[in-house]
């Protein structure tokens, strides 16, 4: 009975992992994969909460385990393999002398650990690893969902179009640690909507050079100029498409999960 209790943990240890393994790579699949924020949100939150129950089972099993080792008198210096696998102990008298009162130890286990299954659970841990670590930066580093504004003008019919600047403010210069300087300036661009009407919107515009008049892509609504515009910086096609990553870092970094230590 107590034996059969060390493999019942070992099952449900077994279990519990496959299950972190599989919430692990639909987090990362999920935040990468599906430009929907809502569903993406949704479906992110139940699978670490599926964790968070693996972890709850994982450390109630821990003391389950604990006591079975107790039990059938496993040292706590022994092998994982012995820890949870039926064990049988040796009578007594045997391997020592009779009324020495050298402790009984426990026997060899019933079945070894194959080299494959071994190497199986190597190749496993060094997956779920890699897979989380990569996880745990695209959750940091990715964008939830686009902004109001952009998310606004997308529901509005959202394109991008050349807006002729017709006034440029003080421009500011950047000078980045890593990567060349830039300059942005707010500066006011005309739009124009569908049926010939215009209108202005003032847009935070980002060059190499100080903005000046002349011609700039931006994105706004031709059916609704209320909603202002967005200048056309590198990033808007991916936020206007809700996804988290451009598609060169998402694919990149799919990659690199997939490209576990073997």
């Not at 009975?1 to 393994?21: D, E, F, I, N, T």
């Not at 202002?228 to 590198?234: D, I, Y």
Request: glycine share 12%; hydrophobic share 40%; net charge positive.
């Amino acid at each position: 009975m107590r034996s059969g209790r060390a493999v019942r943990v070992r099952r449900v240890g077994g279990w519990c992992g496959a299950v972190g393994l599989a919430v692990v790579v639909t987090v990362l699949g999920v935040w990468l994969f599906l430009p929907e924020p809502s569903l993406r949100r949704t479906v992110v939150l139940g699978a670490l909460a599926c964790g968070a129950v693996c972890l709850v089972v994982l450390a109630r099993q821990r003391d389950a385990a604990e006591e079975a080792r107790v039990a059938v008198g496993v040292p706590e210096d022994a092998a994982p393999s012995t820890r949870f696998s039926p064990v049988r102990e040796i009578p007594e008298g045997t391997g020592a002398a009779e009324g020495t009162g050298s402790p009984r130890v426990p026997g060899l286990p019933h079945a070894l650990p194959s080299r494959r299954s071994q190497q199986l659970r190597e190749l496993t841990w060094g997956l779920g690893l890699t897979t989380g670590l990569l996880a745990i930066v695209a959750l940091a580093l990715g964008r939830p969902q686009p902004s109001d504004q952009v998310a606004r003008l997308g529901a509005g019919g959202a394109v991008y179009a050349e807006a002729r600047i017709l006034e440029a403010g003080k421009a500011e210069r950047h000078d980045p640690s890593r990567g060349s300087p830039y300059y942005t300036a707010r500066v006011v661009v005309e739009l124009r909507g569908a049926n010939g009407a215009r209108g202005t919107a003032t847009v935070r515009a980002r060059s190499a050079e100080p903005p000046r008049t002349g011609d700039r892509t931006v994105l706004y609504a031709p059916d609704d100029l209320g909603l202002g515009a967005v200048s056309g910086r590198a990033s808007l096609r991916d936020e206007l498409a809700g996804r988290t990553f451009s598609p060169f870092i998402t694919w990149g970094s799919s990659g690199s999960g997939s490209s576990a230590p073997r």
